[in-house]
């Protein structure tokens, strides 16, 4: 958990010895309150006291009383002030570690996991900091201080306020020792719940189109009930811990005046008011020895699940990424990408998802990849932004290997359309700007022209405020179709050497698909494009056709030259379209070219 603080700036460390300074007035002040209380009581048995002197003793008990609220206040604000801090810093570190992830970090842990560990972790520890820079400061320094006042006093009194200490560090240990090890299972148990929560809110229509509402609700009140239990058991131990501090502070009070009793009873008339007037200093310090412990208790009632929670954040934090940034800036080329024997494996997999893969792309160029589910297309394509790294060979860009380049440099080479478009929540222009505001000049006719080549135009102009119109988060008011348009639309905008469509064109219907590849033929004349795509339609025209299949180059070639000599290709070919589409397709790329 300490590791953590260091995210303090040393403003706020001069905050928590602000505190500690504070909390020191705060004790002196509280711990002088019984000995003007001892005064008064001497005063009251005392023959020819004067009320004067009486409300004397007591004026300096108020102005304590209220220094020790000023204290307090003041120690409040700093704590608070820093525990807010922290927690602002804590959360930008871990959602700056999530940005710089690859997809290998993100799957160790869950989106739901690291979700919790944004918020309910992090919040946890804040509240640990705050009550700790109050509580845990306060306790020791209050318990010593009143230790030395009552140390020589009478040891009989002595000897009852350390064994009410005992009572309670021992009621402590055992309490921490069976709820410690339930605070780890609640974090986990709190990943679980938000991980169903959210499946439950993405998937919503699946599950209604299948009246699947009960199913889901049993899965939520199973891992709520488990929650609940474990929750209910941390609650019920640590609730003893009230009445155990009921029992002894009574306890000791009694144990107190009863030595005091009999200690008065056996002493002369002089002593015994003296006496009195110790006893009475006795338990107000006897008390506030056991409020420093009451105080250590919050503390260690806190500590274990936010101790727990230090150990998650920091699990994160510490995470060391397998990507790594490079240092090159530009490349030796333009628009070129070139694998060179390409072996690749997910991390902790046995058999390799891409064996031995070699092509170059030049500029200008559009490569098209096409095979069988599971044959390896995307994972070739993702190879290039570096969502991975190869395994084996070399995944060249502009004639440097991407591993040499600076992560940023390199994204600003390449303009990637996901398998399933990303939308943002914002409007229709933000969207389609995402990424390069601040780095280029944002202009509306860019923005019309984007989304024209995109073939957009049909849909944002029927919305009612065009290009301004507002998009739901994760472009939910919206169609499929028309958030691939807007996904190429913000690579198109962009203006990159280099574009990825990972199957872009699969929620198309085929005009569209034939509208939208001819503008951006004549669009990304000088660009190099990589598609990967299902439809025999969408990449027949291409410059190059790479076939793959169980992860190995079976084909490569333009259409005309695959339908003569890869079986693969023409299975897939005829299985689309029959030989006389073919032939008419064919003759139709002809005319078009």
């Known amino acids: 958990m300490f590791k953590l603080f260091k995210k303090l700036g040393k403003r706020h460390f001069l905050y928590a010895l602000i505190c500690v300074f504070f909390v020191a007035i705060n004790v002196y002040l509280e711990l002088k309150i019984p000995d003007y209380m001892s005064n008064i009581t001497v005063l009251v048995q005392t023959e020819g006291s004067k009320m004067a002197d009486i409300l004397n003793e007591g004026k300096y008990m108020l102005l304590c009383a209220f220094g020790s609220l000023v204290a307090s206040v003041i120690v409040g604000y700093f704590a608070a002030t820093v525990a807010a801090y922290f927690g602002k810093v804590i959360r930008q570190s871990i959602f700056e570690k999530v940005n710089d992830f690859g997809q290998e970090e993100i799957k160790i842990f869950s989106t739901s996991s690291l979700i919790t560990r944004t918020t309910n972790d992090v919040t946890q520890v804040q509240m640990l900091i705050a009550m700790g820079l109050q509580a845990m400061i306060k306790a020791p320094i209050m318990a010593a201080w009143a230790i030395l006042k009552i140390a020589g006093k009478n040891w009989n009194w002595t000897l009852a306020t350390i064994i009410g200490v005992v009572i309670l560090l021992i009621t402590i240990v055992i309490l921490m020792m069976l709820v410690f090890p339930k605070f780890k299972i609640v974090q986990k148990l709190t990943d679980n719940l938000n991980r169903i929560t959210r499946e439950n809110l993405m998937g919503i229509r699946v599950i209604r189109a299948f009246n699947a509402e009960s199913y889901?609700?049993?899965?939520?009140?199973n891992a709520n009930e488990e929650l609940k239990n474990v929750q209910l058991f941390n609650q019920k131990t640590m609730g003893l811990l009230s009445p155990?501090?009921?029992l002894i502070s009574s306890g000791l009070s009694l144990a107190i005046y009863f030595i005091g009793a009999i200690l008065i009873e056996k002493a002369n008339v002089m002593g015994k008011i003296n006496l009195f007037g110790d006893m009475v200093v006795f338990s107000s310090y006897a008390m506030q020895v056991l409020i420093s412990f009451m105080l250590l208790i919050m503390i260690f009632v806190m500590y274990p699940r936010a101790s727990v929670s230090a150990k998650r954040i920091l699990e994160?934090?510490?995470?060391?990424e397998h990507i790594k940034d490079g240092k090159e800036t530009k490349g030796k080329e333009v628009g070129t990408v070139e694998f060179k024997n390409v072996s690749f494996k997910?991390?902790?997999a046995e058999e390799y998802m891409l064996q031995n893969v070699s092509f170059k792309a030049s500029k200008g160029e559009t490569i098209a990849f096409i095979g069988s589910t599971g044959s390896g297309k995307s994972t070739l394509i993702n190879l290039v932004p570096r969502f991975y790294d190869a395994t084996e060979g070399e995944v060249l860009v502009d004639g440097v290997n991407v591993k040499?380049?600076?992560?940023?440099?390199l994204n600003n080479i390449i303009g990637y359309i996901p398998q399933k478009a990303v939308i943002f929540s914002g409007t229709v222009s933000s969207n389609v700007t995402y990424g390069v505001r601040g780095k280029k000049k944002s202009s509306k006719e860019k923005i019309k022209e984007a989304i024209k080549v995109a073939q957009g135009e049909d849909f944002v102009l029927k919305m009612e405020d065009t290009y301004d119109a507002p998009i739901a988060r994760g472009g939910t008011n919206i169609s499929g179709g028309q958030k691939q348009r807007l996904a190429i639309a913000r690579a198109i905008f962009k203006d990159p050497e280099i574009y990825i469509f990972d199957d872009s064109f699969s929620a198309l219907d085929y005009k569209t698909d034939f509208a939208l590849r001819k503008a951006?033929?004549?669009?990304?004349?000088?660009?190099?494009?990589?598609i990967v795509a299902q439809r025999i339609g969408t990449i027949k025209d291409a410059d190059k056709i790479i076939v793959l299949d169980e992860g190995k180059v079976v084909g490569m070639g333009t259409h005309e030259e695959l339908m003569q000599n890869c079986v693969i290709y023409k299975e897939i070919a005829l299985s689309q379209l029959s030989e006389e589409e073919l032939k008419g397709n064919l003759k139709e790329a002809k005319e078009n070219a």
């Open 520 to 530: 951006l033929k004549k669009y990304t004349k000088d660009a190099t494009n990589l």
């Open 316 to 320: 994160v934090l510490e995470t060391e």
């Open 244 to 246: 155990v501090m009921s």
């Open 216 to 221: 889901q609700q049993k899965k939520f009140e």
């Open 404 to 409: 040499d380049y600076k992560q940023e440099s």
């Open 346 to 348: 997910y991390p902790d």
